[in-house]
């Protein structure tokens, strides 16, 4: 039974099921790959040149069937990972001697999306199928939730966001290194730390190798009510002998250096490489950004970011020793404070042998821990645990002359390392007027 026919013209038109025209020449289906997301599947068709494609939804059984004019496949589908899909199989075949038709076995009914992408510099003209799953296909982000509804001492909620993935490798290195899997390890050590420090509650915004639109990394981290986020990148450029780790905020302005602005372009047009429809690239109004709530994300994104590129330094080599500043797009939110730390030059062979280490990678995402700790420990939201644990008498003391981490310790009863963890400091340094938090014993 045929449920849904539509028609549309090329390029680049989203549509749920239908009929698509354009003109075409003969081309080949090269490789055919799989993404698993957690709310969805994606079906990604490499393609030789442009095609003309018509798709439609059966049911009884629930089958999704794309037509591709004057084309052939040149690839197995027999090496798919169907498992945990909602596709039981995926069929091929030749009809009208010279167009190819798929066949999408379904387990159950979805909500389905296709769109035709343009070449990059990565890929080709793509063909995407996105299977949505019933229980999320036809619902919203769920609403953000109001501070009033919070407990009185909730935990800081730190969004971590593991730039690129599936689709989209990201920057590449020696011996096939990707940027996708060297951050995303990065992020979840750091999750790891961060899910171990009372207070704290990480979420990872990308937990597996599948790509989510700039758009949704922001709208994820809002419906969240997150306190902080943080997209981990590594960075790349032509001279392998660049090198250092940066971190930066947004800018509503122009950006602070030719390398930040750079930075920018390339990472705002991952979307293109990760296989996002035309629909879902909405950019933040620019209205947006002239808001009041905007001016205190932003102060508070340098000040928090300045404390973490501070750590940093502990551990790697620097690029820039201040927080730059440009339109990256996946930190425009307006009341979250949103920080994009570049980890490091995977394209400069000495720093990406590091990056790919398990121990590298555990002390850069210590550095970032200390950072956010650091900040939240002087500035912890109103209604947390933290900022609970200020209000009580006698835990927060000012440094005083003469005063040593020890002493201090000693004196509250607890121990030098446990203040340590708590205030995000990586040494036993301490100076005159600094404020510490002390932990309970």
């Known amino acids: 039974m045929l449920t849904r026919v539509v028609t549309f013209a090329l390029p680049l038109i989203a549509l749920m099921g239908g009929l698509h025209s354009v003109t075409v ?17 994606r079906l990604v068709l490499d393609l030789s040149e442009e095609v003309r494609f018509t798709s439609l939804s ?48 379904l387990r159950s009914k979805v909500k389905t999306s296709i769109f035709l992408l343009p070449p990059n510099e990565v890929t080709g003209h793509r063909v995407v199928i996105d299977l949505f799953d019933p229980q999320t296909s036809e619902s919203d982000p769920p609403p953000v939730l109001s501070v009033d509804s919070l407990d009185a001492r909730r935990d800081i ?4 966001d593991a730039g690129h993935g599936g689709e989209d490798p990201g920057a590449s290195g020696p011996n096939q290194l990707r940027e996708k899997t060297v951050v995303l390890q990065i992020a979840k050590r750091l999750e790891q730390q961060l899910a171990g420090v009372p207070g704290f509650k990480p979420e990872l915004i990308r937990s597996g190798d599948y ?22 990148h ?33 990472e705002n047009a991952a979307d293109l490489v990760g296989g996002v429809e035309l629909a879902e690239m909405d950019p933040m109004l620019a209205s947006v950004l002239t808001d009041l709530s905007m001016t205190s994300t932003l102060d508070t994104s340098l000040n928090l970011g300045a404390l973490i590129l501070e750590q940093i330094g502990g551990v790697a080599r620097l690029h820039k020793k201040k927080v730059e500043q440009a339109g990256f797009a996946v930190l425009k939110s307006p009341d979250v404070p949103s920080l994009l730390i570049e980890t490091g030059f995977i394209s400069n ?17 210590r550095a970032i821990r200390r950072g956010i700790q650091s900040w939240f420990a002087r500035q912890p939201p109103p209604g947390t645990l933290l900022a609970w644990q200020r209000e009580q008498g006698g835990r927060e003391v000012t440094v005083a002359a003469g005063d040593t981490l020890s002493e201090i310790a000693q004196r509250h009863g607890v121990s030098v390392a446990a203040i340590k963890t708590t205030n995000g400091l990586s040494r036993d340094v301490i100076f005159v007027g600094q404020t510490l938090l002390i932990p309970d014993a």
């Open 211 to 232: 790509y989510v639109s700039l758009k949704n990394r922001r709208d994820r981290a809002r419906a969240l009510q997150a306190d902080l986020f943080v997209s981990i």
């Open 25 to 41: 020449t003969a081309a080949e289906v090269g490789a055919v790959r799989l993404w698993r997301a957690p709310d969805h599947t």
């Open 58 to 105: 059966l049911d009884n059984p629930e089958r999704f069937v794309v037509d591709l004019k004057d084309s052939r496949l040149t690839s197995s589908l027999a090496a798919l990972p169907l498992e945990g899909t909602p596709i039981s199989q995926v069929r091929s075949g030749i009809r009208q001697g010279t167009d190819l038709r798929l066949v999408l076995d």
């Open 157 to 160: 909620i730190v969004a971590i």
């Open 349 to 365: 062979p000495d720093e990406a042998a590091r990056l790919s280490t398990p121990a590298y990678q555990d002390k850069m995402a």
């Open 234 to 266: 590594a960075d790349a450029f032509q001279q392998k002998s660049a090198h250092g780790a940066s971190v930066y905020a947004l800018s509503t302005r122009g950006a602070t250096s030719t390398a930040a602005q750079y930075l920018a372009e390339s």
